[in-house]
């Protein structure tokens, strides 16, 4: 184990089908929202409703990416090279985009007046420090992306996340399953005490103090933490082998029950058809699902992670990988490009599903090719000069593959 430890190229295929198919779900639950759209039938709008979980989704996968060179290298390593690393990995297209999103204003939304939402330097500051979540505490409203790109609330939660990593590490490594446990009793905790209760949606329009506090990084610790553990059993369980009948068993129970914790977060949270509502209810589950949505989640990764090659290619595949390559450029871009199509290009969203679909084919089509252009041109080239930095600071045994090796998997 400690020979294959010291080898592994810290990637695993089947993180590329997690993350590009949370991204392409937030864009279907925007395109929804932005087209006014609730579909008829219990079961679609159920999971229509629960769609936010692929936030949570993206959140395990960060706890997972993270924690995993922590535990095929037994520590940290350098925290300069680890903090340029992640600098490197969200800055440069995430300042890009706020360029872009300030030169496009009067094209996503040629209705307003002025044509851009009043700033001032706080909220252009919040944002440069990744600190726009923290801000709208203190702003009394929320801040993020102007007004124009909300999605971006998240990067201030990833940065947290980020921050927390080498304070915990170390403990994490000797004791992960008692981590999960604490970070999945803060998170219900903070749940219980801090849910704003059947009055979200108002909260979400005219937030109140508690709101805002209720919606920051401690109420997806369950989620980053969960990721974290589940790298380290991972990696405990590869370096053992596996047996590929009980790998697939579990995967499939585990699967099974992903979807129906889906469903019965969507059918619990609100009757209404109000696609507004329905926007309003992200988050506002019971305590007892906020835990055990990921820890389903780490069991199912684990598992198909280890599985054999037909198994896992769901998820591992061309595709996917293409997909994954571009998502965080798709997720900064999709709502401004939804802005364009509706205030500009003057698309529908009378709430019926030929909107829907007609905003949904025009809406991706259009984001892949920006985020292609932006991974191409800015976040493949940020993370590259990020690499090179970093490495002023390794150690020779640190340094990741500077190209993609073979996946660590079974064969």
Known sequence: MDEWRRSAPVYVDTFDGF???????????????????????EVPKALLVSTFLALDVLFFVSGF?????????????????YAIRRVARLAPAFYVSLVVLAIAAPLLRPDLHPPFPPVDAGTVLSHVFFLHMEASVAYGSFVPGFGL?????????????????PLVAGFW??????????????????????????QYFKHALDPTNRYLIWHQAPLFLADCAAGMTAAWCFV????????????????LASGALLVLLWYVVGSSLTDSRNPLVVAGT???????????????????????SLGPRWLRYPLANPLSRRLADISYSIYLYHVMVLHFCLFTLGFDREGTRADFLTLLVAAVAITLAIAWISYVLVERPGRRLGRRLARRYERPREREPAAPQPTVVVR
């Open 173 to 198: 490594l000797r004791r992960p399953f008692l981590g999960f446990g604490i970070a999945a009793a803060l998170a219900a905790g903070w749940t219980l005490a801090l849910d704003p209760g059947d």
């Open 149 to 165: 790109n909300g999605p971006v609330w998240t990067l201030a939660i990833d940065m947290v996340f980020y921050a927390l990593l």
């Open 19 to 41: 993350r590009a198919y949370a991204i392409l779900t937030i864009v279907v639950l925007h395109v929804a929202f932005f087209a006014q759209y609730v579909p008829s039938a």
């Open 65 to 81: 990416v993270l924690f995993l060179p922590v535990v095929l290298h037994g520590g940290m390593g350098d925290l300069r090279s």
């Open 236 to 251: 405990k369980l590869r370096g053992r082998g596996t047996r590929v009948r009980p790998v697939v068993a579990v995967t």
């Open 282 to 304: 992200r988050f506002t589950e019971d305590a007892w699902l906020r835990v055990l949505v990921p820890a389903m989640l780490g069991v199912f990764a684990v598992s198909v």
